[in-house]
């Protein structure tokens, strides 16, 4: 039974930092392509970042820059580095882990971002 667990999130300003970690238990980790999504008030659930079991790293535009998906295969967790936030990057973030053979999906339950202008 795949579960991720996530932390991290909370209230900073504009242009603050925050580093959210998921934690993953079940399966063997590698074998998992893990990301972060985040869904607004009113709006559909949008891709963040991914990254492989080898590191291979994809972000949306809107936080190329700004925020860094790594994960640490050792200790079953994938993080996001979350700089420069802005308004528009409040969200509930939730994690992924998708099995690279079977594409089974998983999500966390979700931790709010909140960035105050």
């Known amino acids: 039974q795949v579960q991720l667990v996530e932390s991290g999130g909370g209230l900073v300003q504009t242009g603050g930092s925050l580093k959210l970690s998921c934690a993953k238990s079940g399966g063997i980790f590698n074998f998992y392509t893990m990301g972060w999504y985040r869904q607004a008030p009113g709006k559909q659930r949008e891709l963040v970042a991914t990254i492989t079991g080898g590191g291979s790293t994809n972000y949306a535009d809107s936080v190329k820059g700004r925020f860094t998906i790594s994960r640490d295969n050792a200790e079953n967790t994938v993080y996001l580095q979350m700089n420069s936030l802005k308004p528009e990057d409040t969200a509930v973030y939730y994690c992924?882990?998708?099995?690279?053979?079977?594409?089974?999906?998983?999500w966390g339950q979700g931790t709010q971002v909140t960035v105050s202008s």
């Open positions: 992924n882990a998708r099995h690279i053979i079977s594409q089974q999906a998983y």
